[in-house]
Structure formats: structure tokens, C-alpha cells
């Protein structure tokens, strides 16, 4: 089943974009995702400790998370809770957890937002996204089994 949820783009400096997403997270908290079709995993801000849970001990591990041309970064995971976006709303599941203070520096710097997380690759293949400029859509597909949290 098809479902589709509104992007909004954000021009950081002179033709440097980004699109984002507009999420609400269980007590009425709304965060904003970067969509980053660049990155392998979604990753989320660890200093949002209201919407996730560390993984329970002996499952934790440490992942490794870096940009092009920045030295790794040391990630945990994490069980992220349930979020919805537009019509959709997305079960829990693993993420990697990064303190992004110093990103979001210069997203409030430049545009006076916040961001919560990137959303990477392993969530857009998993809905098989299909993402239009044009409109500023992100047409997404229900999983067609239930699952536990992806990894």
C-alpha cells in the first residue's frame, strides 16, 4: 500500500538544499528528519532521551558512523520509539544514536530549526521510497510483514 507524506526543502546557504521531515513522537513532541539518501544508517540525537531506549545490556554495540571526509564517529544503538510521519506511523526500531549538538549549531545557525536524526538508506529501502523534487513527496510502502525492530 502506497502512502504519501510531504518533504519540505530547506536551502542552508545558496543552492545547498536539503529535505526534510516533519515526525510527532508519542507525548506530542514534533522533530524534524533530514532525508539522506547518503547515508547507510538512520541515525538519531542521542541528547533526545525522551524518544528511545538504550539497548538492554550484552545487546549494545558500538557502531561506527562517518560522513565523506570526516573521521569516524563512535555510535550506539538504540530502540527509537514509535514516531508517525504524515498518515504513517513507524514502529520502534534500532537506530544509530549520535549526539548532533554540533549539527544542529549550524541548521539553527542557518535556518533557526533543529533536527532530530537523518533518515538513511536502511529506512528508505525498507519502504522502497520513492522521493519527487517536484512536488516535495515521499511516496513510501507499508512492509508487508510485521517485524521486530530492524537492525
Known sequence: MKHVVSLRLIELEEN????????????GREYTWVIDTGASR???DLTLTECYTSLPEGEEMNVQSAGIG????????GI??????????????KI????????NDLYFH????????LIGSDFLMEHRAI?????????????????KPRS
Open 16 to 27: 545547498n538544499y536539503h529535505l526534510v521531515l516533519a515526525s510527532q513522537f508519542p507525548g
Open 42 to 44: 538512520s541515525v538519531f
Open 70 to 77: 570526516a573521521p569516524a564517529l563512535e555510535a550506539s544503538l
Open 80 to 93: 527509537l520509539s514509535p514516531f508517525s510521519a504524515g498518515p504513517l506511523t513507524f514502529p520502534p526500531m
Open 96 to 103: 544509530a544514536l549520535l549526539d548532533l549538538t554540533h549539527i
Open 110 to 117: 542557518a535556518v533557526g530549526e533543529k533536527i532530530c536524526g
Open 131 to 147: 522521493i519527487d523534487f517536484g512536488k516535495l513527496e515521499m511516496v513510501l510502502m507499508r512492509p508487508h510483514k510485521t517485524r
